[in-house]
């Protein structure tokens, strides 16, 4: 598998988590809380997704900063597969904001961050630096947000 197709599941998967966060805001229009968090989620990863892609055009014109990443095909298909599952439980559903915020910590922190950091231990440098800013970008703005919103809600951690 190239870099660039890594990249480019990794963008599927950005698209897809926002995908699922306009659903959410649409469905908590109106609700204090939820309205304010699905609307920062939602756009917070279509940054993600620009700022791959961004490094995917960096990634064109230095190919050789870049290189082969090695790693067999199977990299990220099960994040991938596993948001799609979400996503339709998530459409076919009515879920309450507690569900959804449960839903929302399960996505960041077990579908998609545990297996970006899985990844920083095998990629090569450039893509490495790639994923670790991913990894930052969700863990002090996303799980940040959802757990302010879960204590607010009154949810308890599950871990
Ligand atoms: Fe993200």
């Given at each position: ?6 990249l480019e599941r990794a963008i599927k998967i950005e698209r897809t988590a ?18 304010v968090l699905f609307f920062a989620m939602a756009r917070d990863e279509e ?37 799609e599952v979400l996503k339709s439980f998530i459409i076919e559903n009515p ?65």
């Amino acid at each position: 598998m190239t870099a660039k197709e890594i990249l480019e599941r990794a963008i599927k998967i950005e698209r897809t988590a926002a995908e699922i966060y306009r659903i959410l805001y649409e469905r908590f229009k109106g609700d204090k809380i939820g309205e304010v968090l699905f609307f920062a989620m939602a756009r917070d990863e279509e940054w993600h997704a620009a700022f791959i892609e961004t490094e995917m055009k960096m990634m064109e014109t230095f190919p050789h900063a870049f290189g082969e990443a090695g790693q067999d095909s199977s990299v990220l298909l099960d994040t991938l597969n596993r948001m799609e599952v979400l996503k339709s439980f998530i459409i076919e559903n009515p879920v309450s904001l507690e569900k959804a915020v449960s839903t929302a910590l399960e996505i960041e922190e077990e579908v998609v961050e545990k297996r970006y950091m899985e990844l920083l231990e095998i990629l090569s440098p450039s893509l490495k630096k790639i994923f670790s800013e991913l990894v930052e970008m969700s863990i002090s703005e996303h799980v940040w947000r959802l757990e302010t919103a879960a204590k607010k809600l009154g949810l308890k951690k599950n871990t």
